[in-house]
């Protein structure tokens, strides 16, 4: 007998028994199954199907079969037939109807039956109950199923609880992984019951991995039982049908058994969650955390920010839409997509924001931690203030809002951070001064608390600096001094334990295909806001752009769509001595009872994308004020903006009559080919202006999009910060005034975006 024909040896041979035969006469044997029909036509085939009833064994089949089929040809059918699946052996099993069922459930799956249903039977079960989960009926289900449930140690553990970050699954998990058994979730209470994952102790994430994902995605239930001096997730009300609550135990009583037979697969480490209201079914990826303390490295984050930043030649592989990219914006999502998902994923949804016309592009992707403050209000900021996306088409968007989001999470505090303790006095020449990157006047700290009531979080001024106080640091590259340099670390991660003399914002960070783009895109955003900062304070009418010069077809149909809803566009050129294009795009109401002046900004090295970023940005804002505007949902700095502004009140925001418009040619760029090349670029000119450029990586293991924060201490941020320095002295510089504005002269109108 042949090798190849699987090890059917002297066993009988027939059908796999989800598959039934059917022949056509002259035609074919058909093979029906649940997920389809499957045809087999030749010479010979219908004899010998009728022959493969499951009655006989090799020698059989040869004695039985026609007289012009011989050995050779039915060895080399038969080799065919298995080698595709349709054929296996027939054990001595019970022909009982439920143990035919069962066997061909094994055979439909890719499994020996024969192997499988001993694996399953000969295993231990054990089940763990937590809280008013009935054990009983969990039992019942495995029962169904044939398995075997054991009061001690098992092969397999089900562990069914009513949420999957119950306290008492930190303890399961660690015994677990201690004695290197596997386990399995389920949650059969709820109106959404959920099955998964497997939890295998060294292959895959384990159950602090989940907790990690889970908990971060319940910023609102976490708010409220930190406020209650609560810990562990907010008790729900029994909610659920007896027939649901079966449903997912029997569920996970299925998942059960093809573990022991065998049956492994990627979905095994998801949650499947079924939506009984909707009849949906959703799952939710659990993927291993590098940096888990539970089963990864816990100081993976905190070494690699004491590594040099190194970069490297990036060559531009994508020029269009908002930036130049070393992947284009569909490799990028492809690559990550799976970071998206409302349970377990670091972005929680991707959606486009309906207000005003799709041709905006505005996509947001869950709350913004940059924008939390203390208290409800505080919550309420964070979950309102959405992160998002901008693009010139739609795939730009929700690439741009996938990277924010990611950007957002990754620049969060979860302890996992670098640090070193001290002052900024005990620290010595390692310590940046945080007033040369916050910027707060000192007459900004006499009226402080006046000035943060009457203002959002955004404008929030701190308390004085103190030098000699004791807190946490943590160490950026600087690219200029090749040497690790300090900041504190409050400054540097949204939500790190600080004191109030430092604050957190977003400026600098960013998010991109590789560590230089990412590098490129923060220098940019820090060079924009420093510009507009200058201009927007001082209230120097500025040049306008000439947008016509562009020849850009989605330039003039922006204009178009702006004109459809009764409002003006126009772009300022409000480039300041770095020399980096900065642009301002201009949208007002022509009608009705308020002007809703809306801006939206932009910098790159070309003035084509700088124009772009910043009309794609003020199209990303407008769906604030399309539609019926609710003004009582803004903070108060935005809400004053649309109730008070006037164009002829406020004449800077106008282009200045007296320049003439500037065209695309304007500011000689020249292309590069590698991202590195630009970063140098815009470094080499800081440098002469006496800066310095530092980068901190904050790239998570577990996410892998890379994020860094950018700072260079001495640039402005567009909030409200009026300390001496360039502030006052560049407009001198570039001609715009004859003299440095007063304090007391300075735009008393934060910027509200």
């Known amino acids: 007998m042949r090798h190849d024909l699987v090890g059917l040896g002297e066993q009988r041979i027939g059908f796999k028994r989800h598959l039934r035969p059917q022949i056509v006469q002259g035609e074919a044997v058909y093979l029906f199954g649940e997920s389809g029909v499957t045809a087999i036509a030749g010479t010979h085939v219908e004899s010998l199907a009728t022959l493969l009833d499951g009655t006989r064994d090799l020698a059989a089949l040869l004695r039985d079969a026609p007289t012009d089929l011989t050995a050779d040809k039915v060895e080399s059918m038969l080799t065919r037939l298995a080698a595709a699946g349709l054929i296996g052996r027939r054990g001595t099993e019970d022909g009982s109807a439920t143990t035919e069922a069962s066997l061909a459930y094994w055979d439909a799956a890719g499994l ?8 399953t039977t000969t295993s231990l079960v054990s089940v763990v109950a937590i809280g008013d989960i009935d054990r009983d009926a969990l039992v019942e289900a495995l029962h169904r199923n044939g398995l075997t449930v054991t009061s001690g140690s098992g092969d397999l553990t089900v562990v069914a609880c009513a949420d999957y970050l119950a306290p008492e699954l930190r303890d399961i998990d660690e015994a677990h992984r ?4 596997p386990w399995l979730l389920v949650k059969p209470v709820g109106a959404q019951v959920c099955v998964g994952p497997f939890v295998t102790p060294g292959d895959g994430p384990c159950w602090r991995c989940l907790a990690t994902r889970l908990s971060a ?11 209650c001096g609560q810990s562990g997730p907010a008790p729900r009300p029994v909610i659920g049908l007896p027939s649901l609550h079966a449903t997912a135990l029997d569920i996970a009583s299925v998942e059960a058994t093809k573990w022991l037979a065998g049956i492994r697969h990627e979905a095994q480490r998801s949650i499947w969650n079924y939506d009984s209201l909707t009849m949906k079914v959703t799952q939710h990826e659990v993927r291993h955390r590098p940096q888990c303390s539970g089963c990864g490295d816990p100081e993976v984050v905190a070494r690699r920010a004491f590594e040099p930043v190194t970069l490297t030649s990036r060559v531009k592989r994508s020029c269009e839409g908002g930036g130049h990219r070393s992947s284009s914006p569909q490799e990028l999502l492809d690559t990550y997509r799976h970071l998206i998902g409302p349970v377990t994923g670091v972005v929680q949804e991707i959606r486009r924001n309906e207000g005003g016309p799709a041709f905006f592009n505005s996509f947001v992707s869950g709350s913004n931690v940059a924008a939390a403050g203390e208290g409800v209000e505080g919550l309420r900021s964070s979950l309102r203030a959405d992160t998002g996306g901008k693009g010139v088409t739609p795939l730009d968007a929700q690439v741009g809002a996938l990277c924010e989001a990611v950007e957002r999470r990754s620049g969060t505090w979860f302890g996992e951070e670098a640090r070193v303790s001290g002052s900024y006095a005990s620290l010595g020449g390692l310590a940046i001064h945080p007033d040369t990157v916050q910027q707060y006047h000192p007459r900004q700290f006499d009226d402080r608390e006046a000035w943060n009531a009457k203002h959002s979080a955004f404008q929030h001024v701190t308390t004085p600096f103190d030098e000699n106080e004791v807190m946490d640091w943590t160490p950026l590259w600087s690219l200029t001094e090749r040497r690790h340099k300090f900041l504190p670390t409050g400054m540097l991660y ?16 960013a998010a991109g295909s590789s560590l230089e783009d990412a590098v490129l895109q923060g220098l940019l955003e820090l060079v924009e806001r420093d510009a507009v900062a200058i201009w927007w304070y001082n209230r120097t009418p500025m040049p306008a752009v000439d947008l016509d010069s562009f020849h850009d077809a989605w330039v003039d149909e922006c204009r178009e769509v702006h004109a459809s809803l009764g409002r003006d566009v126009w772009l300022l050129d409000v480039t300041a001595d770095l020399g980096v294009p900065v642009m301002v795009a201009v949208s007002r109401s022509t009608s ?7 801006l939206g900004c932009g910098a790159h090295l070309d003035p084509r994308i700088a124009a772009r970023r910043a009309l794609t940005e003020l199209n990303q804002c407008m769906p604030m004020i399309c539609g019926q505007v609710r003004l009582d949902a803004f903070d108060v700095d935005t809400r004053n903006w649309f109730e008070h502004t006037r164009l002829d009140e406020q004449p800077w925001l106008a282009p200045d009559p007296a320049e003439p418009q500037r065209d695309v040619f304007h500011h000689g760029y020249q292309h590069r080919s590698d991202l590195s090349d630009d970063i140098r670029a815009i470094q080499g000119t800081l440098e002469a202006h006496g800066m310095e450029l530092l980068v901190l990586d904050q790239t998570r293991p577990d996410i892998g999009l890379p994020v860094v924060r950018v700072v260079v201490p001495g640039l402005r941020h567009f909030w409200s910060r009026f300390a001496q320095g360039r502030l006052y002295d560049v407009p001198v510089q570039l001609g715009r005034l004859d003299r440095p504005r007063r304090y007391e002269e300075l735009n008393p109108i934060p910027l509200f975006m």
């Open 112 to 119: 020996d039956p024969a192997d499988a249903v001993t694996a």
């Open 178 to 181: 201690a004695a290197g058994t």
């Open 217 to 227: 995605n319940r910023k609102a239930e976490a708010h409220v039982r930190a406020r």
């Open 494 to 509: 949204f939500g790190a334990p600080c004191p109030p003399s430092v604050t957190s914002d977003s400026n600098g960070c």
């Open 592 to 598: 009705g009872p308020r002007e809703d002046i809306m």
